[in-house]
């Protein structure tokens, strides 16, 4: 595996790899943007992106524009070393690894703001954390020009951002059909895989596995017909009774235009941020 720090180190390595062609000759490449601190989610999504391309590139930057000002920007896992042996172990062509500086030069002032889909849900606990997010995206989307980029549904209003950026600034790589999402990766006792998991003291990371297992019971009530607002208030008092000492939010949207919802419209996530121990967790699921 290659990795590149500047842009003219991820400029020639990308115009070598068109010209190689791959493992299909056609010199596709699909990106893979990280915040690194990788796990199983991160390698499922490395896989699917080599299933879909000639070449894989992976980007690890820890973006300050997506973080708010109390949040864990300094605090966030940054290990490359072990990232980097992971994605070569992978079959990964190239990982861009740009400084802050790289990427954020001196007087640089432009900001990408989505609205609509960014409101609401995590947009509202952490305001501005989508604008930093679809900054980001679009630099490396224009910095790598790849023909895909593949994103994890854990994510999914952040999904839900990118794709509505790509649609209405007319991206053409990569073409708005080829944003991929892929689906939640968990541990054996349900909880979605995340970075901040290793936040999570041993007995909290043991609570935290009744986020999932309350979010599932109460799909299925909503799904079978149940009063929303009420399975909604069990499920919030649920997670208290596990240990989670605050419930960010516990909403039924809309899958794809992310509306609020008060009943099942046939095409209901349902969607809910909550705090153990300090660490806020995030998970979505399929009504
Ligand atoms: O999901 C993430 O890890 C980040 O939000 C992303 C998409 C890499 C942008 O910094």
Redesign the pocket.
Same mark, same amino acid.
């Given at each position: 595996m290659q990795t590149a720090t500047t842009l003219e180190m991820l400029r020639s390595t990308i115009a070598g790899l068109r010209e190689d062609g791959g493992d299909r000759g056609e010199g596709t490449i699909a990106l893979v943007?990280?915040?690194g601190a990788l796990h199983e989610g991160h390698l499922t999504l490395i896989r699917e992106a080599k299933a879909r391309a000639d070449h894989v590139v992976a =980007?690890i %930057? @820890?973006?300050p524009r +997506?973080f708010g000002a109390n949040e864990d920007l300094d605090a966030y896992p940054r290990q490359l070393e072990r990232d980097s042996q992971l994605l070569t172990e992978e079959g990964v062509a190239l990982l861009w690894a740009p400084p802050p500086q790289e990427v954020y030069p001196e007087g640089y002032a432009t900001n990408v703001s989505v609205s609509g889909v960014s409101a609401g849900l995590c947009g509202a606990d952490r305001p501005g954390h989508f604008d !930093? #997010?679809a900054t @980001? #995206?679009l630099k490396?989307f224009n910095q790598v020009r790849p023909d895909m980029a593949l %994103? !994890?549904e854990k994510?999914w209003q +952040?999904l839900a951002v990118?794709r509505r950026m790509a649609r209405d600034l007319d991206l053409t790589f990569p073409h708005v059909s080829q944003i991929h999402g892929v689906g939640i990766v968990r541990e054996e006792d349900g909880l979605a895989m995340s =970075?901040r998991n290793a936040y999570l003291s041993p007995d909290n990371r043991r609570r935290a596995a009744a986020l999932p297992r309350a979010m599932k019971d109460a799909a299925a009530v909503i799904a079978d017909g149940g009063d929303a607002a009420r399975t909604l208030g069990n499920l919030k008092e649920t997670l208290r009774v596990a240990g989670f000492e605050t419930i960010d939010y516990a909403d039924l949207r809309d899958a794809d235009s992310l509306a609020a919802l008060d009943t099942d419209n046939g095409n209901t996530r349902l969607f809910v941020a909550a705090r153990i121990g300090g660490t806020r967790l995030i998970d979505n699921l399929a009504v």
């Open positions: 943007p990280t915040m =980007s %930057f @820890v973006n +997506q !930093g #997010v @980001v #995206v490396l %994103f !994890g994510d +952040q990118i =970075s």
